[in-house]
C-alpha cells in the first residue's frame, strides 16, 4: 500500500465560463492510498478524498460563490471522493480507472484516464520508494446535483456543465 502525499499531490478542474473562456481552479489537499504491487498496473486500487472548502480559482468573490450550495456546498459535503472499483485497458504507461466518484452526496461511476504509473523510485536510503500518475476525467456537474445556470444574452450558459478534473499523484510505500 502507498500512501498519497498530500504535499506532491494536486487536484484541479477547468470549466468553461460563458462560451469564450476556460477558468481553472485548484483543490485539496488530497488524502488517501494506492494499493499498488509495484510492476502491474492491473492491481491497482485507490481511495483519494479532496478537500474542496480550499477551492482556488484567483478570484475570491467566485471562490466564496463555488463554495455555496449553487456549486459544491462545502458546509454539507467539504470533500469529494474517489474509490475504484477497477482497471481496465491497460498499456504501456497508461490505462483507465473505474470507480465512483461522490461530490455534494452523489455517488456516480465515471472512469479515469490514467497517465502512469510511474516508478517506483527509490529516494535516499532513509525513506520509502515513490509512484506517480495523471488522472483526469470529464463530469457533467449536472449529474452531481450542481445545478446553477444563469444565462447569457446570446442563450448559452454562463458556466458549462462539462467539467474536466485532474489529480495528480504522488505515493509513499508504507513501511
Known amino acids: 500500500v502507498w500512501t498519497i502525499d498530500p504535499s ?3 487536484a484541479h478542474f477547468t470549466v468553461r ?5 476556460t477558468v481553472p481552479g485548484q483543490l ?4 488517501g492510498w494506492v494499493k499498488y504491487d509495484g510492476t502491474n498496473p492491473s492491481s491497482i486500487a485507490v481511495n483519494v478524498a479532496i478537500d474542496v472548502t480550499n477551492i482556488n480559482t484567483q478570484n475570491a ?9 449553487d456549486f459544491f456546498n462545502v458546509e454539507q459535503f467539504p470533500d469529494m471522493t474517489f474509490v475504484s472499483k477497477r482497471v481496465e485497458g491497460v498499456q504501456q504507461g497508461s490505462f483507465r480507472l473505474v470507480g465512483d466518484l461522490t461530490m455534494r452526496g452523489v455517488t456516480k461511476e465515471v472512469v479515469l484516464d490514467v497517465d502512469g504509473p510511474h516508478g517506483p523510485v527509490q529516494r535516499a536510503a532513509n525513506r520509502p520508494p515513490i509512484v506517480g500518475a495523471t488522472a483526469t476525467t470529464t463530469i457533467n456537474r449536472k449529474d452531481f446535483g450542481v445545478k446553477y445556470n444563469a444565462l447569457i444574452e446570446s442563450g448559452g450558459a454562463v458556466v458549462s456543465d462539462e467539467v474536466t478534473i485532474t489529480i495528480n499523484i504522488e505515493a509513499a510505500k508504507r513501511s
Open 61 to 69: 468573490g467566485r471562490d466564496r460563490h463555488l463554495r455555496t450550495d
Open 28 to 31: 485539496g489537499p488530497v488524502v
Open 8 to 10: 506532491h499531490t494536486s
Open 17 to 21: 465560463h460563458m462560451l469564450v473562456s
